[in-house]
């Protein structure tokens, strides 16, 4: 019963552009900053973008992260194989006093 | 290299105890907000708590009061004390590195516990 609401899949051809939304409301995404993992089969989620739009070092140009009022979007551009993972998007929401992960997104490459 | 290295999941009863350590390594462990995440098989990620360089912690509505977070920066070592444990405390929990922002750069393997009886 997350707060955040993802899409539950995405997918794409290679080279393609994916988008994944993140809907939450005014105490979440409204009044904080968004943040985006990854998370490939098997293995621990990995910090992709933070604080919106940035982009820790190492992580792709081909990431690029969005906010706009309650909603948020990371987009993947030239889709790659490897891309192939579980996305979530995470906000930290006032109501709640506490962090709150969406519902993740399964981006398959076709 | 930095790293966390998760250790003490296990099986457990229900209403019994466990606790979790993580141990971090190449990198000022006093300097940054320490969390712990868990999820359950096949499902989606679960913050757990959070505590500050000044040991100020922060829990879910889920977990308060039964769980309790610590950290202990001469051992470079974050704790996560977890009571009355229940089967949907099941799952992996992994102990992370906040970055900036809530956003946590640097993650565990991960430690399972698996509460049933």
């Known amino acids: 019963q997350s707060v955040l609401t993802q899409p539950p899949s995405a997918s794409g051809t290679p080279g393609q552009r994916v988008t994944i939304s993140c809907s939450g409301s005014?105490?979440?995404?409204?009044?904080?900053?968004v943040n985006w993992y990854q998370q490939l089969p098997g293995t621990a989620p990995k910090l992709l973008i933070y604080?919106?739009?940035q982009r820790p070092s190492g992580v792709p140009d081909r990431f690029s992260g969005s906010k706009s009022g309650t909603s948020a979007s990371l987009a993947i551009s030239g889709l790659q194989s490897e891309d192939e993972a579980d996305y979530y998007c995470?906000?930290?929401?006032?109501?709640?006093?506490?962090?709150?992960f969406g519902t993740g997104t399964k981006v398959t490459v076709l | 290299e930095v790293q966390l290295v998760e250790s003490g999941g296990g099986l457990v009863q229900p209403g019994g105890s466990l606790r979790l350590s993580c141990a971090a390594s190449?990198?000022?462990?006093?300097?940054?907000?320490m969390h712990w995440v868990r999820q359950a098989t096949g499902k989606g990620l679960e913050w757990v708590s959070a505590?500050?360089?000044?040991?100020?912690?922060y829990y879910p509505g889920s977990v308060k009061g039964r769980f309790t977070i610590s950290r202990e920066n001469a051992k470079n070592s974050l704790y996560l004390q977890m009571n009355s444990l229940r089967a949907g405390d099941t799952a992996v929990y992994y102990c992370?590195?906040?970055?900036?922002?809530?956003?946590?750069?640097?993650w565990g393997q991960g430690t399972t516990v698996t509460v049933s009886s």
């Open positions: 992370a590195r906040e970055y900036s922002s809530w956003g946590m750069d640097v």
């Open positions: 190449g990198f000022t462990f006093s300097s940054y907000d």
């Open positions: 505590i500050g360089t000044a040991g100020d912690p």
């Open positions: 005014s105490s979440n995404i409204g009044s904080n900053t």
């Open positions: 604080s919106n739009n």
């Open positions: 995470a906000a930290w929401d006032d109501s709640l006093n506490g962090l709150v």
